[in-house]
């Protein structure tokens, strides 16, 4: 799913599909942190700003619902503008790490803590970053806790790519 929203919740017993008329093609599916995820595909890539004028309609449609505690994530624009930023450090798209060939630069699902990626630091050796609180839930379409997040890291200057807190910023 190239473009899509997401709307991630405790989990949901005998979860029903949201809206049919509103959204018309959805997965839903549990994960192992006793969540259930809505996921729809977007015909189109947002922008910064439709993306968070979509996440607050899409919000104010799950409180009518009678949902409360609830995160949105929507793929935008600015997502594809780094993942497409080439690194002189990551020309290549995979690499060995501990016998194993993993893609470089892509966060996904981790082990130790709620994310991984793995990355070459300035010596050339592949390395893996562990960041996020698996026990904390973001609510990254809040545009205050948002903004409180961003300033607390300091995520104007956040850093080399590998360090937790570079990737950190990058997910909000």
Request: glycine letters at 4%; proline letters at 4%.
């Amino acid at each position: 799913m190239e473009h899509f929203v997401r709307v991630i919740m405790d989990k949901q017993e005998n979860a029903q599909p949201l809206d049919e008329s509103i959204f018309a093609e959805q997965n839903i599916y549990e994960t192992g942190q006793e969540t259930t995820v809505y996921e729809m595909a977007l015909p189109r890539l947002l922008d910064e700003d439709e993306a968070d004028e979509y996440a607050q309609r899409l919000a104010d449609f799950m409180f009518e619902q009678g949902y409360e505690d609830f995160d949105i994530e929507i793929s935008t624009d600015d997502d594809l503008a780094e993942d497409e930023i080439t690194y002189e450090d990551d020309l290549v798209d995979e690499a060995e790490y501990q016998g194993r060939k993993v893609k470089l630069g892509k966060p996904m699902q981790g082990d130790v803590k709620k994310f991984k990626v793995y990355v070459k630091n300035p010596k050339g050796n592949v390395v893996k970053v562990n960041f996020g609180d698996k026990n904390s839930k973001i609510k990254k379409s809040n545009p205050a806790r948002r903004r409180s997040f961003r300033a607390r890291h300091n995520c104007d200057n956040p850093g080399p790519r590998h360090k937790a807190r570079y990737w950190s910023c990058r997910k909000w």
